[in-house]
Nanobody, 115 residues
Framework: QVWLVESGGGLVQAGGSLRLSCAAA????????MAWYRQAPGKERELVSS???????NYADAVKGRFTISRDNAKKIAYLQMNSLKPEDTAVYYC?????????WGQGTQVSVSS
């Protein structure tokens, strides 16, 4: 069992920055992939960025150049550095981890960006 706890969300002005953290606990060995998703009101959950245990990274086009995903395998923490935030980035951000064919989700953290 893997538990994921997100933190770092909040309310910021457009152009500001936030860093989200996702801490894994429980059976944390062999987590192959970690990812950040987001879901805005009235929209489906969408992939923001993902990172494998070897450092392979993907970004959604909407955040490329502004967001940076990273992972500390020793500390079992994934990060999402968000710069140049826009109002359209407003959403609940969820952390996802994949371990040996199982998927685990965090509870989500709210990110709100004002104009």
């Amino acid at each position: 069992q893997v538990w994921l706890v997100e933190s770092g969300g909040g309310l910021v002005q457009a152009g500001g920055s936030l860093r989200l953290s996702c801490a894994a606990a429980g059976t944390t060995s062999n987590i192959d992939n970690m990812a950040w998703y987001r879901q805005a009101p009235g929209k489906e959950r969408e992939l923001v960025s993902s990172i494998t245990n070897t450092g392979n990274i993907n970004y959604a086009d909407a955040v490329k150049g502004r967001f940076t995903i990273s992972r500390d395998n020793a500390k079992k923490i994934a990060y999402l550095q968000m710069n140049s935030l826009k109002p359209e980035d407003t959403a609940v951000y969820y952390c996802r981890a994949d371990r040996r064919g199982e998927t685990f989700w965090g509870q989500g953290t709210q990110v709100s960006v004002s104009s």
